[in-house]
């Protein structure tokens, strides 16, 4: 064989090495829903799904669907009230977790998504964990990425929520609206225990702060606000669940985060002996500036468990 060639065939294999799977974005009715959601790798692949939390979208995935892609089916929903999905007036939507968890149940089952390791991150995990309760079955695994279920786990960050919560005022609702749902609070969601905060793409925050001005949203972040008290009467249920079926669960956490503290994810250990717990020196949106470690992590974890990877590829495509 000519050098020529030699260089060809390892040049080849390189760009194969490199190649990344596309990032596709798609739109599908569920529970009377127009769900926009983000996409990527092989039908037949083992299924992740990505689930965002408050203020963002999909696009916190970014990064992160084309790192797992090449082994995953990757999916990446935008929950109602945030990012591009949309609701139709006429839907007459109640803005709770409870039905958050629904319309994501229906979104699985419009795309047929049968059995999956969710990735679960702030709001993601009580709409996670509650698909995980009622069907226990077709979760393979979870990544928790600061998504807490555990009252350890609540920071002082939630003090004005708390507030709201114990007494649901119209004033108490008009200081969240003026502290939290502005660009500054925003961006402090994304900065706040971030060493150098500049690191943190604007455009994150930037999105976010669009999406919630459009007519009526920041009523369904309050909305949201207020019924975020259900979670915490289920972390309970989310915690039998844990001890009820030991899913196997990786808690990836920026350890400087306001609002869910590290205990939090020491705290799956208590049902879950064998979680696995990782801190990562940054804040609640740890993706952000530490995307390389998580997917790391994540590709480990996953593949230690006998779910996806290069090697175990041909065998588990069947079985997800």
């Keep these: 064989m000519s050098r020529a060639a030699v260089k060809r065939g390892a040049l080849s294999q390189r760009d194969a090495r490199l190649s990344v799977p596309p990032t596709s974005i798609h739109r599908v009715e569920a529970d009377g829903v127009r769900v926009f959601y983000r996409a ?9 799904l990505l689930l965002h939390g408050f203020p963002t979208s ?9 790192r797992l892609a090449s082994d995953y089916r990757v999916i990446a929903p935008d929950l109602p009230g945030f990012g591009f999905t949309e609701v139709p007036s ?10 958050l968890a629904l319309t994501i149940e229906a979104f699985t089952q419009a795309i047929n998504l049968k059995r999956y390791v969710i990735y679960v991150f702030d709001y993601g995990a009580p709409t996670g964990f509650r ?3 009622a069907h226990p079955e077709r979760v393979a695994a979870i990544v928790s990425q600061n998504g807490n279920a555990y009252g350890e786990g609540l920071g002082e960050a939630w003090g004005p929520i708390r507030k709201y919560w114990s007494s649901p005022t119209a004033e108490n609702r008009d200081i969240l609206r003026k502290t939290i749902l502005t660009e500054g609070g925003t961006r402090w969601q994304y900065t706040e225990g971030v060493a150098n ?3 943190v793409p604007p455009e ?7 999406l919630f ?3 009526g949203n920041k009523e369904i972040q309050l909305d949201l ?4 008290a259900s979670n915490i009467k289920l972390y309970p249920r989310f915690q039998e669940y844990f001890r009820t079926f030991k899913p196997p669960l990786l808690a990836i956490w920026g350890k400087n985060d306001p609002f869910f503290m590290p205990s939090g994810a020491e705290a799956f250990r208590k049902d879950i002996p064998n979680a696995q717990v990782q801190f990562l020196d940054t804040g609640h949106f740890a993706i952000e500036t530490h995307v390389t470690e998580i997917a790391a992590a994540m590709n480990k974890f996953l593949s230690v468990k006998g779910i996806g990877g290069r090697s175990q590829k041909s065998t588990h495509h069947r079985e997800m």
Aim: aromatic letters at 16%; charged letters at 25%; hydrophobic letters at 40%.
């Design 40 to 48: 990527a790798g092989e039908a037949n692949a083992p299924a992740v």
């Design 58 to 66: 999909s696009f916190m995935f970014r990064e992160l669907i084309p």
């Design 90 to 99: 006429e839907r007459n939507y109640l803005y709770s977790f409870d039905r």
């Design 131 to 133: 698909l995980a309760m």
């Design 197 to 199: 905060p500049e690191s």
């Design 204 to 210: 994150s925050y930037t999105l976010d702060v669009a």
């Design 213 to 215: 001005e459009r007519p």
């Design 225 to 228: 606000f207020l019924d975020y």
